[in-house]
Every structure is written in structure tokens, then in C-alpha cells.
């Protein structure tokens, strides 16, 4: 398949530039992968749209303030912190690249923050170590921005870039499909009687990365950590067991469980790298169901939801949508395939 086969139109007003007022007051399509019939509803709806016996899981990865603005040689340099590797170097982001050359140091914060450029590696990523004052987290969260996605033009109230259940510090991005549930719903979705299972996935800077190859099978993806912990794989291998649907609360979720799922359906759990890359003809093994945004254009993520719902259905919801003035992108609307 082709990268204009995921092409659409969206006029640029539908691209959401801040979170709707309250987390569930999003709206929710309901795209039945079967007929590709639609419906309309509003979020906080999904419990009436979940099963006693079903599971969700949800990806409880933490963004963290990533963005730092400083100097090298006196000019001015953007780095987006990308992995922390085992050894306590981090892989970097920094524009503009040619002030990020091998031997160079990046001063951040009066020099509280320095990173010494080592090598530099795939994708025009740079490895570095940080040498900083105190511990280094805290550090982080005082002179660090949320990346916040280009498309993104104001900045407002950082923590509605994060999920209520966010714990585990590491991404670059948001769980974005997580982001319009409350206590109060996650609350309700228990009370139905529906499990709610935890992964955690990292997501990197690939999310911000163009599919640029026209032949959509010669997209390569970064690779990104991920964990399925022995009490999540049981849970939901217990709810396929008795004849629950296992839904994925966003892409990063889907593409966990997918990585960690044996010929039989059966959910391993563990913890490494991904670079699974899912589009049309995919057969998926894990999810029986997908909670998602509304994806840009020729987007790995349009193609992972063309693969569970089909390409034809996705683009004549995303029609529909479009017609409907639904919000799209990280702050905007949701999409339930069942």
C-alpha cells in the first residue's frame, strides 16, 4: 500500500489547540469494525459502550519536560530528550544539528545543565551525557517544557498533557487517547464490572516522524520500551479466556500487547524494545477493540487503525467527522472501534 492511500482533508480549525474544558466532555465516535457503521456519543458514554467481563488497558507512561532551550558556541539550541540508555547517556534531539557536532557541549539553565555531545548516531539523533547540578529529575521538572506536538501552537496548562494515571516517567509524547478519562470514570468502568489493566510504553520521537517512504512496507519505526507486568498479562489472558473483549486504550497500548502476544493470543509478560510497525494486513492476535484519537494524515497511526477497521471504514468515519466538526489531534475527540 501507498502513503497517499491514508491521505484526507482536514481543514486546520478541526485541529484541537487545547483540551476540551472538562477531560470527558470530548466527544466519542463509535466506529463498529464490522459494518463500519457510526455513531455518535459523548465520552463519558463509554461505559454504557463497555461489557461486564471486558478489560481495558491502558499505558500508564509519564511524559516528562523533554523540551530544554539553551546555548552551544553562543548560539541558541533546542534539545528534546529522546531515551535514557543503561549506561546514563541519553539520545538526543537538537536543532539546529550543525551546533551539536561530536566534542561539543549544549549549556542549559546558566550551566545547571550541560550535555557533552559524544556521537552521534541514527536519524540525526546525538547520544550525550549530562553532567548537572543535584539530582537530576527535579532538575528536569524546573527547567524543562513539555514537548507539546508541532502542530500544538498555544501553550497552556501542562498537566491536561498528562494522564490522571500517569506513573512511570519516560515519554516524549502523550498517551494521548488516555487523556480524557477522570477518576470518576475509570471509577464507573470498575464498578461495571470491567477489568482495567496496566503496560507501560515509552513513546519516543518517532510519533513526531513523517512516514516518508511511498511504499508504506519500507517504513521503518523507532524502537521504544515497553513492560507487561505478570499480573496485566494474566488479567487480560483471563478475560479472553472467558469471552471478554480486551480493549486497547490508544495506539501505544495496542502496540504493547501485539509485541508481547505468542501465536495463540496469549499475552507474555516482560519488557524490551518494540519497533512493531502495524498497517493493513496485519493480523492482530492481542486487542479485540481500540480507544483512539482522530490521527493526522499518512500517519503510522491512521495505518494501525486502517488495519483493525479497515481503510475504506476509517477514512469514510474520518469523512464523517470531518463533516461533523469533530476536534481532531491530541487534544481533540475520540474514536472507539469495537
Request: hydrophobic letters at 40%; glycine letters at 8%.
Amino acid at each position: 500500500m501507498n502513503k497517499q492511500d491514508f491521505y484526507y482533508d482536514l481543514p486546520k480549525h478541526l485541529i484541537a489547540q487545547t483540551p476540551a474544558e472538562q477531560r470527558d466532555g470530548s466527544r466519542l465516535m463509535r466506529l463498529n469494525r464490522t459494518t463500519g457503521q457510526v455513531e455518535h456519543a459523548m465520552f463519558k458514554d463509554i461505559v454504557d459502550l463497555l461489557n461486564p467481563g471486558d478489560c481495558i488497558v491502558i499505558n500508564d507512561s509519564k511524559v516528562i519536560p523533554a523540551r530544554l532551550m539553551g546555548y552551544s558556541q553562543e548560539a541558541q539550541v533546542e534539545m528534546l530528550l529522546h531515551e535514557r540508555q543503561e549506561d546514563g547517556r541519553w539520545s538526543v534531539l537538537v536543532k539546529p544539528g550543525r551546533k551539536a557536532r561530536e566534542g561539543d557541549i549544549l549549556v542549559f539553565a546558566q550551566g545547571r545543565l550541560k550535555a557533552h555531545v559524544e556521537e552521534l548516531i541514527e536519524d540525526g539523533l546525538r547520544l550525550v551525557s549530562l553532567e548537572h547540578e543535584g539530582d537530576f529529575e527535579p532538575l528536569l521538572e524546573e527547567i524543562g517544557e513539555m514537548p507539546l506536538p508541532h502542530y500544538i501552537e498555544e501553550k497552556g496548562d501542562d498537566s491536561r498533557y498528562q494522564t490522571v494515571y500517569a506513573t512511570h516517567a519516560g515519554s516524549v509524547a502523550a498517551p494521548t487517547a488516555g487523556l480524557h478519562f477522570t477518576e470518576e470514570v475509570l471509577q464507573a468502568i470498575k464498578d461495571k464490572g470491567v477489568g482495567i489493566a496496566r503496560v507501560t510504553l515509552h513513546v519516543g520521537i518517532g510519533t513526531f516522524r513523517p512516514v516518508k517512504e511511498d511504499d508504506i512496507s519500507k517504513h521503518l519505526m523507532h524502537s521504544e520500551y515497553c513492560r507487561v507486568e505478570p499480573e496485566t498479562a494474566k488479567l487480560i489472558n483471563d478475560t479472553k479466556a472467558s469471552g471478554g473483549r480486551v480493549i486497547a486504550i490508544g495506539t501505544t497500548s495496542c502496540r504493547t500487547l501485539e509485541s508481547r502476544v505468542d501465536d495463540t493470543g496469549k499475552v507474555i509478560a516482560g519488557a524490551g524494545k518494540t519497533d512493531i510497525f502495524i498497517f493493513p494486513g496485519f493480523q492482530f492476535k492481542a486487542i479485540d477493540g481500540l480507544l483512539t484519537n482522530f490521527h493526522l494524515p499518512e500517519s503510522t497511526l491512521i495505518m494501525l487503525v486502517s488495519a483493525l477497521a479497515g481503510r475504506e471504514a476509517v477514512l469514510s468515519a474520518y469523512a464523517e467527522a470531518v463533516k461533523e466538526e469533530y476536534r481532531f489531534f491530541s487534544y481533540g475527540d475520540a474514536m472507539l472501534i469495537v
